[in-house]
Structures are given as C-alpha cells and as structure tokens.
C-alpha cells in the first residue's frame, strides 16, 4: 500500500501544469472499507470537506482539495482518538507534498528528527540529517528518482524522494495498518 502512494500521481495533479487538484489525506485497504470508508470520507463530508476517494491495488485513497487539506487532517486525527482498535486499524492518515505545489512540509515538524527537513534540501544534506539522528533508511531507486524509507517513530512511515539531487516529493502515513 505504501508504495502505490509513491507511484499514484495521475489525482495529485495534471500532467500538464504543476496544479494540485487533490491531495491524498487517508489510505485504506479494501478489506477494510466498509469500516474505513464511513471513519474517513464519510467523517470529511459531515464536516464540510470535500472528500472523495480513487482506488487501486486492493487499497483505496481518500482525496481532498487542496485548501481543505489541514482540515481534513485535524478533523481525521481527533477522530482517530476516539475510536476502538478494530476501527483505528482500518486506515491511515496521510500527507504527501510534491515539488511545485507551494506548500511547505509542515506535517513532519512534529517528528523531531525531521524538524530540519524542508522543501529545498539537497539529498546529501538529507543523508547528512539520517545519519546525525542515527535513523535506519531503506533507498529505493525509481529511474531518475531516489526515495529514502524511514520508520523515524513507531507507526509513522516517511518517503522523502529526490531527482537531481533536489527534494522533489515527502509522504508520511502515519497509522496503525503499519506494523510498529
């Protein structure tokens, strides 16, 4: 599931402008959809969001434009805390940033070791970051592409991707579907 969200752009933007037109805010696999889907999309709608959902690979995303995004997120994370176990389970919260769109990562200020990771930081200074903090990383290549798998706390997953050497894409899944 994790990579299909490193791979999954055709909703995150046109292939002809660097317009973001969704933004993937929770993920949920389809054996847990009856769950999930009334927990995420359902919750997003009462409150006003616009949420919608495109799925692939036994998994499904929940989308939503982009200036509901930090609402969406808060609203999805206060629900998380009052749920039971079977439901927390059923999805994860997600926030992925893609150069070009003019945001900034603001979602992984919260995680210590990642405080200093921002939108214009070189890959070396990045790997110079992993190996400070002593953080185990996983490179995964993808033809011009570099992405950097890091567990930095328990049940938070980071994707920092870099082409040409330059931060180009940040996911972060945070949830209880990823194994602690």
Same mark, same amino acid.
């Given at each position: ?10 909703? =995150?933007s ?27 999309a +359902?919750?997003? #709608?009462?409150?006003?969001? %616009?949420?919608? +959902? ?5 998994? %499904? ?13 808060k609203?999805?994370?206060d629900?998380l805390? =009052? ?27 919260? #995680?210590p070791?990642l ?5 214009? #930081? ?6 110079d970051?992993?190996?400070?903090q ?8 993808? +033809?011009?592409? %570099? ?16 082409e040409? +050497? ?10 209880? %579907?990823?194994?602690?």
């Amino acid at each position: 599931m994790s990579l299909f969200l490193l791979n999954f752009t055709s909703l =995150a933007s046109s292939n002809n402008t660097n317009i973001i037109t969704n933004v993937a805010v929770a993920e949920l696999k389809d054996e847990d959809s009856d769950t999930a889907l009334p927990l995420t999309a +359902g919750v997003l #709608i009462k409150h006003g969001i %616009m949420a919608c +959902g495109a799925g692939l690979s036994g998994g %499904m995303t929940i989308f939503v434009p982009p200036n509901q995004e930090k609402q969406a997120h808060k609203i999805l994370q206060d629900e998380l805390a =009052a749920l039971n176990q079977k439901q927390r389970d059923s999805f994860d919260i997600t926030w992925d940033w893609q150069k070009g769109n003019g945001r900034a990562l603001y979602f992984l200020k919260d #995680i210590p070791c990642l405080r200093q990771v921002t939108p214009d #930081i070189s890959e070396s200074d990045f790997l110079d970051i992993l190996k400070r903090q002593k953080i185990d990383y996983t490179k995964l290549p993808w +033809g011009i592409q %570099m992405t950097y798998r890091i567990n930095p706390v328990p049940r938070e997953l980071v994707f920092v991707t870099f082409e040409n +050497g330059q931060c180009f894409r940040a996911v972060r899944i945070s949830g209880y %579907m990823l194994q602690p």
